[in-house]
């Protein structure tokens, strides 16, 4: 079975030399293909003297988010070598290549479109979650309430007790799909630049009969990398979270008008306590 590992560069170049380094020598991936995101910082030059063997660097023609990067990564992936499982990673991930040998392995023997391991952020823990339903975007908007919101959508944990779990969601920092699938399903949907592209991607999955599993005894460290928040202030990243969140209502969720209005009012009400909380920690 032919496997390739997407690698997303946006301006992180360093942690992304870091990633190469950790993986290279896993003869578990076939392909390392590191997709410089249209880079301002000069990443691409500087990123393509890792290419050797299995490694290669591409890049986009401009930058369109994290699902048009990842997509062109992709189908590169899938048109040049007729890559079977395909592996999103941010570059600010630990991974060892039992762990993914563990996760091809049950989605190989098993009846499973896309697997993904425990991810623990800086000791907090994520194994999926439900498709967000419109209360729950609501309840997200509304400040303090939406602690509530993200509860909802979580399972509960005696879920976790087997080895395997289905869910509807998983984390988009590090997942494996068999490129049929992906396929199937039209790949991402390249209408969000950035947030929301799991709940997409895992209405899309279900819409279509697939199922997505978290393998509870593989953990993978995600460390977070700055580089979103190097490039993007708080308030635009905020923005621009609400703006792919009402896209998903719109477009998946088939919400109506008055639920819509309801999401650009409650937006409207948060963004302006944030921004005058903003302006008063200066």
């Not at 979650?129 to 993200?150: G, T, V």
């Not at 393998?215 to 700055?226: D, P």
Request: proline residues 1%; hydrophobic residues 35%; positive net charge.
């Amino acid at each position: 079975m032919n496997t390739a590992i997407i690698i997303l560069n946006y301006n992180d170049f360093t942690t992304t030399k870091e990633m190469i380094e950790q993986i290279k020598d896993y003869k578990i991936l076939n392909h390392i293909i590191i997709v410089d995101n249209c880079s301002t910082d000069d990443s691409y030059n500087i990123l393509k003297k890792e290419e050797k063997n299995n490694i290669e660097v591409i890049k986009t023609k401009s930058n369109n988010g994290y699902a048009s990067g990842n997509n062109y990564g992709i189908k590169y992936a899938i048109n040049k070598y007729k890559s079977d499982y395909i592996i999103i990673s941010n570059p600010d991930i630990i991974v060892k290549e039992k762990d993914i040998k563990a996760l091809i392995k049950e989605l190989k023997f098993n009846n499973i479109s896309l697997i993904a391991p425990t991810i623990n952020e800086h000791g907090i823990i994520s194994k999926g979650w439900k498709l967000p339903k419109l209360r729950n975007d609501i309840l997200s908007n509304i400040n303090y309430f939406h602690k509530y919101a993200e509860k909802d959508l979580m399972y509960d944990k005696s879920k976790y007790k087997s080895k395997i779990t289905e869910v509807e969601v998983v984390k988009g920092c590090f997942f494996i799909i068999k490129s049929n699938v992906i396929k199937d399903i039209n790949y991402f949907d390249e209408n969000t630049f950035l947030y929301y592209e799991e709940n997409i991607l895992g209405k899309k999955l279900k819409d279509k009969k697939y199922k997505s599993y978290i393998l509870n005894e593989v953990e993978v460290i995600h460390n977070l990398s700055v580089s979103v928040d190097k490039s993007i202030k708080s308030l635009k990243k905020y923005k621009i979270l609400k703006e792919s969140q009402r896209y998903y209502e719109k477009n998946y969720n088939n919400t109506n008008i008055f639920g819509m209005l309801l999401l650009y009012l409650t937006y409207y009400i948060s963004y302006f306590i944030s921004l005058i909380t903003s302006l008063f920690r200066r």
